[in-house]
């Protein structure tokens, strides 16, 4: 892809849009469904739907909340949260999801990356990597499951490569640390798994200025920024995050 994509990303709990601070303290910011009108209109080039609490409560994705959303949504929406097993992918490419994004299911069984990557094509699986600090690992960074609520003791670039092997799509890493503290993207995790990797990369989490979004790009080497906090909250418009991106040099999809 020639330009970088901004993605608005849209955490989700008991149908309603929420957003939190290192996973947890979440506020009700909203209809998931609307807000996803609104990006499209606002020129976002994709979202992402998380169905944050799906794993921990043991079941699949809110299928009338995706739904839902994606009826109202004219631009690519990736899917993730319980999704365990092929079956689950094609519920959801069926009712108009564009890819799905697994986590927890793949670290248990990275068969499953392989499997869906076969059955619906590379393009439609992201893997979603939580990490956490740990000096303990290689590259200081665990994989962390179930919602960010436990450690695997899986180091996050080793596990990069092993899902680009298994036929991954792209990435989506999140650092906890960073995770709604609007501080900026964890730029260390991000930029030693966008080298270790030739697939695209998302930074996510801690989006709080458009230096940010740039640093992200340029340092971390990240083909797309997820952003949450910045946009839900009003801070800066999708146009006015592409505009400055632009104006240094950076190709954005105008």
Not at 18 to 31: A, E, I, R, S
Not at 91 to 105: F, Q
Not at 119 to 140: C, H, M, R, W, Y
Request: glycine share 10%.
């Amino acid at each position: 892809m020639d330009y970088r994509r901004i993605i608005p990303c849209l955490d989700v709990k008991n149908g309603r849009l929420v957003k939190g601070v290192n996973f947890v303290q979440l506020k009700d910011v909203g209809d998931p469904a609307e807000n996803a009108a609104a990006y499209s209109k606002a020129g976002a080039d994709e979202l992402v739907f998380l169905d944050i609490t799906a794993t921990i409560e043991k079941r699949k994705t809110l299928l009338n909340a995706v739904k839902r959303t994606v009826e109202k949504c004219t631009i690519p929406l990736t899917v993730g949260g319980g999704i365990a097993d092929c079956s689950a992918v094609e519920e959801l490419i069926n009712i108009g999801a564009s890819g799905v994004s697994v986590n927890t299911a793949a670290v248990k069984n990275p068969d499953f990356i392989k499997e869906a990557a076969k059955e619906f094509g590379s393009d439609k699986i992201t893997v979603a990597i939580d990490t956490n600090s740990n000096a303990q690992l290689p590259s200081g960074f665990e994989v962390m499951v179930a919602g960010g609520t436990a450690g695997t003791g899986i180091d996050a670039v080793e596990w990069a490569k092993k899902v680009q092997d298994l036929g991954a799509g792209q990435i989506l890493p999140t650092s906890m640390d960073a995770d709604g503290t609007q501080a900026g993207y964890d730029i260390p995790m991000t930029k030693a798994i966008a080298d270790a990797v030739s697939l695209p990369v998302i930074a996510s989490g801690g989006a709080g200025t458009l230096e940010h979004l740039y640093d992200a790009i340029t340092q971390a080497r990240a083909d797309a920024v997820l952003v949450a906090s910045i946009a839900h909250f009003g801070t800066f418009t999708i146009r006015r995050m592409k505009e400055y991106l632009a104006e240094r040099n950076i190709p954005v999809n105008l």
